[in-house]
């Protein structure tokens, strides 16, 4: 057994983060472990609502196909 003289909390290990920090993409907030990458569950919700409304769709462009330039 260790002998105590003081009251003091043994020291622990320092946890290091696996990511570095970064500002919330929705309102540039720090960001939080549990909701990361965003700052809140608010702004996590609010990005999830831009993907199923079409806010982030990705313009496509239909290329001709080659039946068409060769019946033309």
Known sequence: MTDRTSDTPPKRAEI???RPPRPCPICSQ???RAAYPFCSKRCKDLDLHRWFSGAYAI???EADSEDD????
Request: proline content about 15%; overall charge negative.
């Open 16 to 18: 290091v983060p696996l």
């Open 59 to 61: 313009p496509a462009v």
């Open 30 to 32: 720090e960001s939080t």
């Open 69 to 72: 330039e060769a019946e033309g």
